[in-house]
């Protein structure tokens, strides 16, 4: 098949590799010039996809800013970013866009398939009628479906391949459609009812994991004031066979997915007058994460005699997650703003993030600054760093990812 894939992202890029290491012809559209030059040069821009993996695949997959060669794929796969606005409502200007833009190129017969995480309605709603400015009709004319990503940047147990994968169309017709289409690369395919019910699906995927991250954040907040070590706690009610599922406390939630997401159900919910209660309080609990993470650090440096004001602080880690150098809503950001509106003089250090231009600060070496700090923070906890190390080396270690619980040492504070 010739497939097409609009934007090549941490989302986009994997599935064109997916399909074009099955065999496929795949055009991936992206607006990002640098990204285009740059895939055609055999240079990948995301972790998960190394330029030895491009280099095998040559003419199949290929990436263009060109919107006519859209023209002739038989599917065309959307996976643009869908961000919130400044003020926290859903942003989907990049998905009306592409939209516009492929309704100009559109052909008989094609399959389009939104995998852009969303609220239940935007593929019938908004995708669907600048679609149909093409002139054809979805359903009769042309194809149209929904199938949610469910990829998690960094990890190697499930992939593309072997993650199941949702899809639900405009008719049984275009749910057939997207079906065959994702068999090509998916070893299981579950074919719902319609748009919404895949929509909905991948949201609450992420707001299960909201709330339940919102729930151990909170159990810390609380265990810090009973003086009780919420990782024993955590690990402890984990032992369970049955009937738990382990999450893990820490300085808050980070990504282009959990804390966006809620937002995109939220905003759904008002406009039929309901009021998500559990969503928006897991959304505030975790947002207050990283404040309570600036006062455990400050509470820390006070206990050593020193104020935050001209204390050299070293944050560990500053992507969202471990492995990965997304800084995307990260709260390692919000921690060292406040840190240095505080006084702070703050530093990081991060293998995957050279440098956080939004802050005018680069990733420092790791081995001359733990010793020269006052404190080190470990925010985000990347498995190349040796924590035994840090503990060594450094006067003061604060813990928010709980990686030192083995370590018993004087100068160790854990979240
Ligand atoms: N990153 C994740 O882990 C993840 C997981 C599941 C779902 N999602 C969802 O997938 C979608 C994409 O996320 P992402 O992380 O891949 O975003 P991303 O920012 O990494 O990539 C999006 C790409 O789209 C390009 N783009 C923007 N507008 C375009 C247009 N009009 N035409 C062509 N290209 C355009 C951008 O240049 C960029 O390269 C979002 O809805 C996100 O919520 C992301």
């Known amino acids: 098949m010739k497939i097409g ?24 559209l992206d607006t990002d010039p640098r990204k285009v030059e740059g895939l055609n040069a055999g240079r990948s821009h995301i972790e998960d996809v190394p330029d030895a993996a491009l280099a095998p695949l040559g003419e199949r997959l290929r990436a263009t800013g060109n919107q006519a060669d859209l023209a002739s794929c038989e599917a065309i ?57 093409s002139g054809m009709k979805a359903g009769t ?45 998916c070893d299981e395919v579950i074919v719902l009812s319609s748009p919404e019910a ?7 995927e992420n707001i299960f994991r909201s709330v339940n991250i919102a729930l151990v954040n909170e159990l810390a907040q609380l265990c810090d004031r009973l003086e009780i070590d919420v990782w024993e706690v955590v690990d402890a009610a984990a032992t369970k ?16 997915c959990l804390p966006v997401d ?18 928006e309080l897991a959304g505030k609990v975790n947002q207050t994460q990283p404040a309570f993470c600036v006062e455990r650090i400050e509470r820390a440096l006070n206990d050593a005699g020193k ?9 560990l880690g500053v992507s969202y997650k471990a492995g990965v150098g997304d800084t995307r809503e990260s709260p390692a950001l919000k921690i060292a703003r406040r840190l240095t509106q505080l006084g702070g003089d703050v530093s990081y250090h991060d293998p995957h993030v ?17 010793s020269s700090c006052d404190v080190t923070a470990i925010v985000t906890a990347h498995p190349e760093i040796d924590y035994q190390d840090v503990v060594s080396s450094a006067p003061l270690v604060v813990d928010f990812r709980g990686v030192t619980r083995d370590i018993d040492s004087p100068k160790l504070v854990r979240l």
């Open 241 to 256: 066979p049955f009937g738990f599922m382990r999450f893990e406390p820490g300085p808050g939630m980070g990504g282009h």
């Open 77 to 133: 796969v959307i996976c643009v970013p869908t961000p919130l606005t400044g003020s926290r409502e859903p942003d989907l200007t990049y998905l009306l866009d592409s939209a516009t833009a492929l309704s100009g190129v559109l052909q008989p017969e094609q399959l389009v398939v939104l995998e852009s995480t969303t609220y239940p309605g935007t593929t019938r709603e908004r995708l669907l009628p600048i679609l149909e400015e």
């Open 354 to 370: 050279p440098e956080l231009p939004e802050l005018g600060l680069k990733s420092v070496k790791v081995e001359e600054s733990l």
């Open 5 to 28: 894939i609009v934007g090549l992202g941490y989302v986009g890029l994997p599935l064109a590799l997916a399909f074009a290491e099955a065999g496929h012809e795949v055009v991936g």
């Open 198 to 204: 895949a929509e909905l699906s991948k949201l609450l």
């Open 141 to 185: 004319d042309f194809h149209l479906a929904f199938s949610p990503e469910r990829i998690d940047p960094g990890r190697t147990d499930f992939t593309v391949k072997t993650t199941p994968k949702l899809v639900g169309g405009f008719t049984a017709a275009c749910a057939e459609r997207a079906r065959e289409l994702y068999s090509l690369i």
């Open 262 to 279: 809620p937002f995109y159900l939220a905003f759904k919910a008002r406009e039929h007058d309901f009021y998500p209660e559990f969503i």
């Open 307 to 315: 104020p935050v004001k001209g204390s050299r602080i070293l944050l």
